[in-house]
């Protein structure tokens, strides 16, 4: 059994830029969540992706956008970059939607963005 | 509107003594809870969960955490702390229907001490 991998581990970008992140889930998982920890925080939700459609979506502007796959691999893409999204993010798999989703999540090591 | 809170910014503990970081909550419906650790420069590892049943819920490496519905408290304990437990622990509570949304609190650094 494979956990969740993300890449890039690390990256620097300079405001305006765009970024990918990516993200394999744990084999037998069809759900992706993605979270983002600033320094010294908690993981706020950004949004999920059941079965390649968005299921849930946080209070992140139209910005932050995702992709989910037919494998339930996992993209992250934020375009015109600001310092602020300066964080770690993670991506998180799990089985089932809604109801059925019990919220046990699976966590990647994250990718840590600085924006400069 | 569902919430947590972690009243703790860091427990000092020395090791051998028992240790607890709190949580209190806010939901709608019953709360499906879990804590959450992460080692620096780590991503989060899943403890345990509490979705219904016993108040007490057993989870990895020797912690267990007592829902209190009363108190709307999910605290994590562990009866004799070890210096690797020393990590950031986070609560969180599910959202209703939305599967893997989780709202975490802010975190309590636990600090174990030879």
């Known amino acids: 059994e494979t956990g969740v991998t993300q890449s890039p581990t690390h990256l620097i970008k300079t405001r305006g830029q765009q970024v990918t992140l990516r993200c394999s889930s744990q084999?037998?998982?069809?759900?992706v969540s993605w979270y983002q920890q600033a320094l010294g925080q908690g993981p706020q939700f950004i949004f999920q992706?059941?079965?390649?459609?968005?299921?849930g979506r946080g209070n992140f502007p139209p910005r932050f956008s995702g992709l989910q796959f037919p494998n339930y691999s996992s993209e992250l893409n934020v375009n015109a970059l600001e310092l602020d999204d300066s964080a770690l993010y993670l991506c998180?798999?799990?089985?089932?939607?809604?109801?059925?989703?019990?919220?046990?999540?699976?966590f990647g090591e994250g990718s840590r963005l600085t924006v400069l | 509107a569902q919430s947590v809170a972690q009243p703790e910014d860091q427990v000092n503990v020395a090791e051998g003594n028992p240790l607890t970081v709190k949580c209190t909550y806010s939901?709608?419906?019953?709360?499906?809870l879990f804590w959450y650790v992460q080692y620096p420069n780590r991503g989060l590892q899943f403890l345990l969960k509490?979705?219904?049943?016993?108040?007490l819920v057993k989870g990895s490496y020797g912690f267990e955490a007592e829902f209190n519905k009363s108190q709307t408290s999910f605290h994590l304990k562990k009866p004799s702390a070890l210096v690797s437990d020393s990590a950031l622990y986070f609560c969180?509570?599910?959202?209703?229907?939305?599967?893997?949304?989780?709202?975490f609190g802010q975190g309590t650094e636990l600090s174990v001490k030879p």
């Open positions: 998180a798999s799990s089985q089932g939607g809604g109801e059925l989703n019990t919220g046990e999540l699976f």
């Open positions: 509490y979705i219904t049943g016993d108040n």
């Open positions: 084999s037998g998982h069809n759900t």
């Open positions: 939901v709608s419906g019953n709360p499906y």
């Open positions: 992706y059941y079965r390649e459609e968005e299921n």
């Open positions: 969180a509570v599910r959202v209703y229907n939305q599967g893997g949304k989780l709202i």
